[in-house]
């Protein structure tokens, strides 16, 4: 077995979770906190001997990784989603760099396998921290979205991917990206970040010409033009939202005066 934990956060991920748990067969230990699944979340999680599941109450995607995160009894750790699965390569990086036992991370290229296809190899994909020393890597509560880990030490470039699933259809990738464009707008809102007419003007085409031409999402057919512009209007609603967010604050000073 590979000396590292794997951490998992789960909500109804029971149409991924299969082949996800399937890729780190191999590891010491997979621990699931889940936040109420009612699909077959749990029945999966329980036929792998090496997983254990339990369920936590919702607290924000960077506070339920800690939670799970604690849990993780290895000195190495490894985060996935309920909806990613670990290459081959990435697993065969993971094994090394244990026992080269030098560096503290991996930065991880994320493969998002949009409408049922992974990126093109030209494609360049967004990496994370997802495999590093426990004592070593901490989350920065303060982001209620794309959270990602903190690593006091030294990370390199791991060359596998990991295999994102579950943006399966355009109507799933715009639902979330609706969720998470409230949760950022509330993100910027709180931390004192001010709206601004010309990034809300320019936002959307700049975003889209960066994901389109210069993370050559054109290299994936008319799914890398659709992702793009998808892309580009989550960026919008962030901005719009930042708006929305202070109009509504002035309303609410307005009316206890």
């Known amino acids: 077995m590979i000396p590292c934990s794997v951490y998992i956060v789960t909500l109804n991920c029971g149409a991924w979770l299969q082949d996800t748990l399937e890729s780190v067969r191999d590891f010491s230990e997979v621990i699931i906190l889940d936040s109420g699944s009612t699909d077959d979340t749990y029945a999966i999680a329980q036929s792998f001997p090496n997983t254990w599941i339990s369920h936590q109450d919702w607290q924000g995607y960077a506070g339920q990784k800690s939670l799970a995160l ?9 985060n996935l989603d309920g909806d990613e699965v670990l290459s081959p390569e990435l697993k065969a990086e993971i094994e090394r760099t244990i026992q080269a036992n030098q560096i503290d991370a991996l930065i991880t290229p994320i493969n998002d396998v949009f409408l049922g296809v992974p990126n093109s190899k030209h494609t360049k994909k967004h990496a994370k921290v997802r495999f590093f020393r426990k004592s070593k890597g901490q989350y920065d509560l303060e982001n209620k979205v794309h959270e990602n880990v903190i690593v006091d030490g030294q990370s390199v470039k791991a060359e596998g991917d990991i295999y994102h699933y579950g943006e399966s259809s355009i109507f799933v990738k715009v639902e979330k990206n609706n969720q998470y464009s409230d949760l950022k707008a509330a993100e910027k809102f709180q931390k004192g970040k001010k709206p601004s007419l010309l990034k ?3 936002v959307m085409p700049v975003t889209f010409l960066k994901s389109y031409f210069i993370r050559r ?3 994936n057919g008319w ?3 659709v992702n793009s ?5 989550y960026a919008f609603l962030k901005e719009a939202k930042l ?3 202070h109009q509504n604050a002035a309303k609410k000073k307005q009316g206890k005066s």
């Open 243 to 245: 708006f929305e967010q």
């Open 223 to 225: 799914r890398g033009f």
């Open 229 to 233: 512009m998808i892309n580009a209007f």
């Open 217 to 219: 999402s054109c290299f």
């Open 200 to 202: 809300l003007s320019l």
């Open 70 to 78: 604690a849990q993780c009894k290895n000195d190495w750790v490894l």
